[in-house]
Structures are given as C-alpha cells and as structure tokens.
Antibody
Framework: EVQLLESGGGLVQPGGSLRLSCAAS????????MSWVRQAPGKGLEWVSGIGASNTNTYYADSVKGRFTVSRDNSKNTLYLQMHNLNPGDTAVYYC???????????????WGQGTVVTVSS | DIQMTQSPSTLSASVGDRITITCRAS??????LAWYQQKPGKAPKLLLS???DLQSGVPSRFSGSGYGTEFTLTISSLQPDDSATYYCQQYNIHSSFGQGTKLEIK
C-alpha cells in the first residue's frame, strides 16, 4: 500500500526548533514533488511548503518563510521540514502529502500521511 | 497570495438531497483547483483536481465545475457517509486552501 508516515512532532518551547520527517513507501518518491500542509486545532488546512522532485526548487508560505526549510533525501525516500523560531501560532497537525505531478510545486495532493502533532508552548 | 473563500461555511442537508459548495478565488487560478473531503481525525482525501476531474474510486455523485475565479462542488444525492468538511485548494500560484465547508447530514 502506498504510504507516507510522518514523525518528529512533539512539545517545544517558543523560540525552539524541531525537525519533522516523512517516510515514503511503495511509490516512486524520487519522481514526486511533495508538500507540507498543517492544520491548527479546530481550524482549516494551511499549505506550508513544497519541494520539487529533484530537491532544487523549494517554496514556502509567507507565514513560515525564513523560519522553515524543506528538504528531501531521495536515497532514503524521506521528506523533511526543519522548523526554527517556533511560536504558538505554529501549533498544528503537520501532514506531508504527494503532489500529483512530478514537477516542482504545486499541484493537487493525492497521498497524505496521518500527520504529526507539533505543540509550541511554555 | 491568492485567497480562497468558500460558501457556505456550514451546511445541513438530508440524505438524497443535491448540494452545492462554492469556492471563489481572489484572482484567476484557471482550472488549477482541487476539492478535498476531510473527516474528523483523518487526513484529507482528494476528490477532484483540475476543477472537474474525478479521482479514481470517488463516487460519481461528486462533480466539480468552474474556471477562473468561481468554482463549485456538487454532490448529486447525499449519502450518510458524505458527512465531512470539504476544502477547495488552488495550485496556480503556490497553493492555498479555502476555510472549509462543514456538511452535516440531517
């Protein structure tokens, strides 16, 4: 079964850092553009970041630009989101998702992980 | 940034009803528009992309239309399993989602 599995979430203090991972299986990860989407408690979906299949093109929402960095290791079939200078507004479930096109961001998202919870609080 | 606005925010309808959800973009997104269904505690599920292309395995009672700045998602005959929150997403310039429409089955 095609699968994405996020990890790395947890409780972090304001100003802290966290790195999320997303392990892909049973599809051609190295040919797929990927995105991160988050959902604050009780709120809607917010696109956070996208990355092309070859790791050369990255894109960010204004709300995270300069604080978050998306990357990937195609040899490990893994997507990452490095988050710095976190604030309570970053508290959310973070999903990784596969884009339907292999080109650089952005496209419809056809495969989603189950999400990992990030809580920013003192 | 392109802002996406959905209406209504909540909707209550009965089994067998036909319902329509509207999504408006702050500027043209051509046909780069997708619709998702999300149930509580679950990841979103892609229903349609390209404004009107139904994903494999999605029931044919779901349909989409529109171009440019105005789009609609229609469910032709509501089923109990359709109770969920529905989101539109533009992917013409980066990506952004509407605020969601919560659909309740009476």
């Amino acid at each position: 079964e095609v699968q994405l599995l996020e990890s790395g979430g947890g409780l972090v203090q304001p100003g802290g850092s966290l790195r999320l991972s997303c392990a892909a299986s049973r599809f051609s990860f190295s040919s797929s553009a990927m995105s991160w989407v988050r959902q604050a408690p009780g709120k809607g979906l917010e696109w956070v970041s996208g990355i092309g299949a070859s790791n050369t093109n990255t894109y960010y929402a204004d709300s995270v630009k300069g604080r978050f960095t998306v990357s990937r290791d195609n040899s490990k079939n893994t997507l990452y989101l490095q988050m710095h200078n976190l604030n309570p507004g970053d508290t959310a479930v973070y999903y990784c998702a596969r884009e339907t096109s292999s080109a650089s961001c952005c496209d419809a998202l056809d495969i989603w992980g189950q999400g990992t919870v990030v809580t920013v609080s003192s | 940034d392109i802002q996406m606005t959905q209406s209504p925010s909540t909707l209550s309808a009965s089994v067998g009803d036909r319902i329509t959800i509207t999504c408006r973009a702050s500027q043209s997104v051509s046909s780069w528009l997708a619709w998702y269904q999300q149930k509580p505690g679950k990841a979103p599920k892609l229903l349609l992309s390209g404004a009107s292309d139904l994903q494999s395995g999605v029931p044919s009672r779901f349909s989409g239309s529109g171009y440019g700045t105005e789009f609609t998602l229609t469910i032709s005959s509501l089923q109990p399993d359709d109770s969920a929150t529905y989101y539109c997403q533009q992917y013409n310039i980066h990506s952004s989602f509407g605020q969601g429409t919560k659909l309740e089955i009476k």
